[in-house]
Structures are given as structure tokens and as C-alpha cells.
């Protein structure tokens, strides 16, 4: 069964700080994987997909990189902005096509 | 990206009684579209798969007779939480893509409050 996990749980960094966020998962038989940003009461909104053919995606200042053989992933913020503030999921594709989503990085960037 | 709309935001109703949250997919087609439910501090915990035309298919533990989903287009699933309790109350979230390895794009959520 494939589980996800998400380090930290939570973070608070200072504004313009780089910062990185992981996840990792248990079996590498993924299609994709997926990095989600989640406000509070809010739905999801897609940050970055990468294929499992693919080692990064980058879009602005994310960076997402994926090592399917070890089982993880990393999400790179750089020069963090408060408005970065957020609840951060990643989730894998299963051979099923089903999203297994992990607990969530809650994200706090200090002005 | 795509949009999915998930109508309503947010709702309160009695104990007892029926919701109906509806999932759409604004500008393509959906084969298959997923139910998700979030409890607070909590991640999204898939309910079910519901695939256009036929029977949803539903995750171990939820059950299928209190939560009833409906497929019948390739641009509308709706959920229907039958005879809610107030451990009913959650936030349930919609997502819809094409079968196979694309991206999911998910709707805005909708905040069942039951009392």
C-alpha cells in the first residue's frame, strides 16, 4: 500500500529565505507525482507535475525534483514572500490512477 | 489548466437531512472524476472514483448508501451525503483529468457543516 510522508510537518522561515520541503513515498511504481498549494478553507491549486520519466519541473521560483528509485521528492522555494504562506501537499499517482496525498507541509513566511 | 467548479463553497444543513455537491469540469471532459474528503489539519483522504456512465467505485471503510455519487456526464459528478450526521461535517473536494498519467485539477471545496 502506498504511503506518503511530508518533512516538516510545519515551518517558519523569514521572508526572502530559500527553503525546501520533502515528501517521500514507499512504492516507486508511480506515474506522476504532484505538489499541491492549499490555503486555509480552500481547495488545492496545482504547482508543478512531474511525469515519472522526469527528474524536475520548474515553474518561477518552485523547483520540484523527483527520485522515483529512492522514493522522494523535494519542493525548492526560493526568496520566499509572505504571500507564500500556505499549506504545501504532495501527491503520487498510483498504478490505479489514484492521488495518495500526503499530510501537508503548513508553511508560514515572516515578513 | 483546466477548472473544475464545485458548487456550493459551503452549506449547512440539518441533521438527518440530504446535500448535493456537484463537480464540474468547465472546459474538457472528464472520464473519471474523484471524491476526496479533508478533516481539519488533515490531509485528503480519497472516497471514491466515479467514472462517467457506470457505478462509482467506492475506498474500504466509506460507505456507498450514505454517500452517493453520480456520474452522468462526461462534465458532471455530484455527491450526495444522504441523512447527514454532524460527524458528516467535513470538507469534501472534487478533482476530475483524463484517465491515465495527467494532471488533476480539483475543484474549490465545499464546507459541509452539519447540526
Known amino acids: 500500500k502506498q504511503e506518503v510522508t511530508q518533512i516538516p510537518a510545519a515551518l517558519s522561515v523569514p521572508e526572502g529565505e530559500n527553503l525546501v520541503l520533502n515528501c517521500s513515498f514507499t512504492d516507486s511504481a508511480i506515474y506522476n507525482l504532484q505538489w499541491f498549494r492549499q490555503d486555509p478553507g480552500k481547495g488545492l491549486t496545482s504547482l508543478l507535475l512531474i511525469q515519472s520519466s522526469q527528474r524536475e519541473q520548474t515553474s518561477g521560483r518552485l523547483n520540484a525534483s523527483l527520485d522515483k528509485s529512492s522514493g522522494r521528492s523535494t519542493l525548492y522555494i526560493a526568496a520566499s514572500q509572505p504571500g507564500d504562506s500556505a499549506t504545501y501537499l504532495c501527491?503520487?499517482?498510483?498504478?490505479?490512477?489514484?492521488?495518495?496525498f500526503g499530510s501537508g507541509t503548513r508553511l508560514l513566511v515572516r515578513p | 489548466g483546466a477548472v473544475v467548479s464545485q458548487h456550493p463553497s459551503w452549506v449547512i444543513c440539518k441533521s438527518g437531512t440530504s446535500v448535493k455537491i456537484e463537480c464540474r469540469s468547465l472546459d474538457f471532459q472528464a472520464t473519471t472524476m474523484f471524491w476526496y474528503r479533508q478533516f481539519p489539519k488533515q490531509s485528503l483522504m480519497l472516497m471514491a472514483t466515479s467514472n462517467e456512465g457506470s457505478k462509482a467505485t467506492y475506498e474500504q471503510g466509506v460507505e456507498k448508501d450514505k454517500f452517493l455519487i453520480n456520474h452522468a456526464s462526461l462534465t458532471l459528478s455530484t455527491l450526495t451525503v444522504t441523512s447527514a450526521h454532524p460527524e458528516d461535517s467535513s470538507f469534501y473536494i472534487c478533482s476530475a483529468g483524463l484517465r491515465g498519467g495527467t494532471e488533476a485539477f480539483f475543484g474549490q471545496g465545499t464546507r459541509l457543516t452539519v447540526v
Open positions: 501527491a503520487v499517482k498510483d498504478s490505479s490512477y489514484k492521488l495518495i
